[in-house]
């Protein structure tokens, strides 16, 4: 942890389910700490009481807005954690901006404010699509199974590319199914995993296909 004392860290999407544990996290920490989320401020609090927090309610897909913020400036790290969940219903062209556009116009932010902080880029395990080949590992070929993976993809490819060419310092994790332990429902029951642990410990049916 001593390498986040008296950074500044930034984390978009930190009201979310992984963003605010990884607040929590932080809050423990002094530092300095961003929280970028454009939702509805919510009563939840980060736990902690170290850390000097800001928080900011910027819309990523604002490229004018993000033109005029100088909120990036001296930032260390970048944990991007703004997107939206898998939904089949949704217009592929909006799916695109929540989970492509946000993240590339966040660095064309950094690359034109001349800053280089270290950027967590939140991807999915869904780009390998279903594959016969288990333990899955960064060896197995990328199969996207629907254009939500397919725009997370061209997340990485984004990152890869001003990492090569701009210098920017960047890592992507490919996470599976998230679960765990929040005190907060609305994000709660939209972890599928958390959901069959609910229905198991109150005696429920559990369906699978």
């Given at each position: 942890?001593?390498?986040?004392?008296?950074?500044?860290?930034?984390?978009?999407?930190?009201?979310?389910?992984?963003?605010?544990?990884?607040?929590?996290?932080?809050?423990?920490?002094?530092?300095?700490?961003?929280?970028?989320?454009?939702?509805?401020?919510?009563?939840?609090?980060?736990?902690?009481?170290?850390?000097?927090?800001?928080?900011?309610?910027?819309?990523?897909?604002?490229?004018?807005?993000?033109?005029?913020?100088?909120?990036?400036?001296?930032?260390?790290?970048?944990?991007?954690?703004?997107?939206?969940?898998?939904?089949?219903?949704?217009?592929?062209?909006?799916?695109?901006?929540?989970?492509?556009?946000?993240?590339?116009?966040?660095l064309l932010t950094c690359?034109?404010l001349n800053v280089r902080?270290?950027?967590?880029?939140?991807?999915?395990?869904?780009?390998?699509?279903?594959?016969?080949?288990?333990?899955?590992?960064?060896?197995?070929?990328?199969?996207?199974?629907?254009?939500?993976?397919?725009?997370?993809?061209?997340s990485e490819e984004y990152?890869?590319?001003?990492?090569?060419?701009?210098?920017?310092?960047?890592?992507?994790?490919?996470?599976?199914?998230?679960?765990?332990?929040?005190?907060?429902?609305?994000?709660?029951?939209?972890?599928?995993?958390?959901?069959?642990?609910?229905?198991?410990?109150?005696?429920?049916?559990?369906?699978?296909?």
């Amino acid at each position: 942890m001593k390498e986040y004392i008296k950074k500044k860290i930034i984390i978009t999407g930190g009201r979310g389910f992984i963003g605010s544990k990884l607040v929590d996290f932080f809050s423990n920490i002094d530092c300095s700490l961003v929280i970028i989320d454009r939702s509805k401020k919510s009563v939840w609090k980060p736990k902690g009481s170290k850390a000097n927090i800001e928080y900011k309610k910027i819309d990523l897909l604002n490229i004018k807005d993000l033109n005029k913020t100088t909120i990036f400036n001296k930032a260390s790290y970048i944990f991007h954690l703004a997107g939206s969940e898998i939904n089949y219903d949704r217009d592929i062209y909006e799916d695109y901006r929540l989970n492509t556009l946000s993240l590339l116009n966040l660095l064309l932010t950094c690359k034109n404010l001349n800053v280089r902080p270290k950027i967590i880029n939140a991807s999915a395990a869904m780009i390998y699509g279903l594959t016969k080949d288990l333990p899955v590992n960064e060896n197995n070929v990328n199969n996207p199974p629907s254009f939500w993976a397919l725009h997370k993809l061209y997340s990485e490819e984004y990152l890869r590319y001003f990492s090569k060419n701009y210098g920017f310092s960047t890592i992507s994790l490919r996470l599976s199914n998230v679960y765990g332990p929040i005190n907060r429902l609305d994000y709660f029951n939209k972890m599928i995993l958390n959901k069959i642990i609910f229905l198991a410990y109150t005696n429920n049916i559990i369906y699978y296909f």
